[in-house]
């Protein structure tokens, strides 16, 4: 029988690598993914996925929230000082539709009235991603580049969409790319650069693909909203989205109907689990 193991690449550790935004190579500061401010702080417990061979469970539980070594301290500090509040303020005014006010706006299909700032808020996560998923640089390094530069004129490149909806529950999960094929009922697929599930937001990076299971729920396209000045911070989400969709990670709801390809490699994968 062999060892257990952790499913997916270890992004903690403090050997030198390169960061997933500049490229440059150092020891790796710590990037909550998604940021504190968004509450993914001390109170947040973070289990590894592990694998004994024949099955993959959660290994034991630490607290201090979701985190890689992904960005050099310059990259870190930009995010930080620059988009972690926005983040924060946009997550805690989505949290009551993540709970018991989740069902009115289901019945009424709309988006919340929630006023944010659309391009500080896709930074932040295109940040996260970037930290989580040192792969993405070398798939998209202008993308890589425009983000690391703070430019003023951030463009996702053809071919990359993100995505967004709301979510719910104690259950977060982070991770790079991840392959998935949905092999019992329906015929789709779940195919993502990266990855963050933490509630009461749930963000996919992703190709356009056939079969997308983010299409068959509608998930909000949030691709433009990086073309957003750093000045807008007041623009009401529901005349930028008709409809946000509720959403559990298909991990998460029908696990046995699904096949999952990811690379220890180039994947890392965190779960954790929020206070009560
Ligand atoms: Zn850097």
Excluded at 47 to 76: H, Q, Y
Excluded at 124 to 150: C, T, V, W
Excluded at 204 to 230: F, Q
């Amino acid at each position: 029988m062999r060892a257990a193991r952790n499913l997916g690449l270890d992004m903690r550790s403090r050997q030198l690598r390169r960061c997933g935004l500049c490229g440059n190579t150092s020891i790796l500061t710590r990037s909550h993914v998604p940021p504190q401010t968004a509450g993914n702080d001390a109170g947040v417990s973070r289990m590894a996925i592990v694998e004994d061979g024949k099955r993959a469970f959660l290994g034991r539980r630490s607290d201090g929230g979701l985190w890689v070594r992904g960005l050099c301290g310059d990259c870190n500090n930009l995010g930080g000082r620059r988009y972690d509040t926005a983040y924060g303020d946009f997550a805690k005014a989505l949290r009551p539709y993540g709970g018991a006010a989740r069902h009115l706006l289901v019945e009424r299909n709309s988006a919340p009235a929630v006023l944010f700032a659309p391009g500080l808020v896709s930074r932040a996560i295109l940040h996260g991603m970037h930290a989580l998923s040192p792969h993405l640089r070398e798939k998209f390094p202008i993308l890589a580049d425009q983000l690391a530069a703070d430019e003023e004129a951030v463009r996702l490149p053809p071919g990359l969409r993100l995505r967004v909806a709301l979510t719910y529950g104690l259950t977060a999960r982070v991770s790079g790319a991840v392959h998935a094929q949905r092999v019992l009922d329906l015929r789709e697929t779940y195919y993502v650069f990266a990855e963050v599930f933490f509630p009461p937001l749930a963000w996919a990076l992703c190709p356009p693909h056939h079969e997308s299971i983010l299409d068959r729920e509608r998930w909000v396209d949030a691709t433009d909203w990086v073309r957003y000045s750093r000045e807008r911070t007041s623009v009401d989400l529901r005349n930028i989205a008709s409809g946000v969709p509720i959403v559990q990670h298909p991990l998460h709801q029908n696990p046995d109907d699904w096949v999952y390809m990811f690379s220890d490699k180039i994947t890392p994968l965190l779960e954790g689990r929020l206070p009560h």
